[in-house]
Structure formats: C-alpha cells, structure tokens
C-alpha cells in the first residue's frame, strides 16, 4: 500500500469526492456479480442517504488524488426498511448494528491490503461507537448465471478470514438494472455479521 493513503470522512464532508465516489461505484459494480447498468441519477440518491447522515463512515483509498476505492458504513437505524427489516423480523436490535454500504476497489489496486484496512477501519469505528456487530448483504447469483466467469471467484473466503459469517435466515432483496436489462429487478441478498463485543 506505499503509493495509497486512506483517509476518513462522515457526513456532508464527503461532499468533494461524491462525483468520484458514484463513478467509482458504477465502474467496480458493473462486474459480476452485480452487473450493475449503473447511472448518475440512481448514484446521486444512493450515496446521498450516506452523506445526509452524520453518522456515517466514508472510507477512502486515494493513488495520488485519484479515489480508487471507498467503503461506507452507517449505523442500520438510519438505512432502508430493505436492510432493517430482516433483523426486526428476527428480532435483532437494529440499534446495536452497524450496516456496511459497500467495498468497492478498482482490480488493478487489489491483493494489496486494501480490503482488510476497509474492515479495520469500519470496525474500529463501529467498536467506538459502542456497536454490538458489523453487518453487510452481498448479492447471490445462480452458479450457472449466463453472465459468470469462468474465472470468478467469490468474496467468502476473505469474508470469513475477517471474522464475518454468513447468515441465510437473514436475507432481503433490492433493486437495480442488470447490464443489457430494460429495467430494474430484484435481486436475492444474504447478511453477513461479525460480533464485535
């Protein structure tokens, strides 16, 4: 990581990097598996539920003043009734929870560290907060999914080193356009936690 600095920011003063954030988000996210045909507009009302939140973590990886990677975070109150309702159900104190938005990473700057100082730093910051556990969803596609390559590997060998489990009983759906689709669809998301005290 010598040439890459992370810095953190919460709240409105993501303000300046909110253009490279959401271009970010729609290059990394076009790639399975959530081929997402990502737009500004979509991006503009995603990313501003984070900055309109005083308690949120934005986490970014900068090459020079290049963003090539971002994490967020906010405590699972404060984010849609998609991802709250799976803990209500289960009855789970949302209040103790802390919600990662993402982890997105140009490939070119991944297998160098990045991801792991994503998790440290969204944990420490959980941790201070007085947070009882870290969640994130990740999306779940079919294994014989036509758009899958041959070479792809899933994330849950480096979730599970992080300490992260994966929690099937607590799954929602959400929705965006596929790349070549005509509109939005909902797509099957699984939790992840990882108890922090």
Known sequence: MST??????QGRAIAPHLDALAQLRIRVFRDFPYLYDGDLDYEADYLARYADCP????????????????ATGMPLTDDLAEFRAPFEQAG??????????ESVLLASYRGRGIGKAFMAEREAHARGEGFASAAFCAVERPDDHPLKPYDYVPLHGFWRSQGYERHPELATTFHW???GDAEETHKPMVFWLKVLR
Request: charged share 15%; glycine share 12%.
């Open 177 to 179: 356009k596929d790349i």
């Open 55 to 70: 308690r949120s973590l934005f986490v970014l990886a900068f090459d020079g003043d290049t963003l090539v990677g971002a």
């Open 4 to 9: 890459i600095t992370l810095s953190t920011c």
């Open 92 to 101: 789970i104190d949302i209040g103790s929870v802390f919600y990662y938005g």
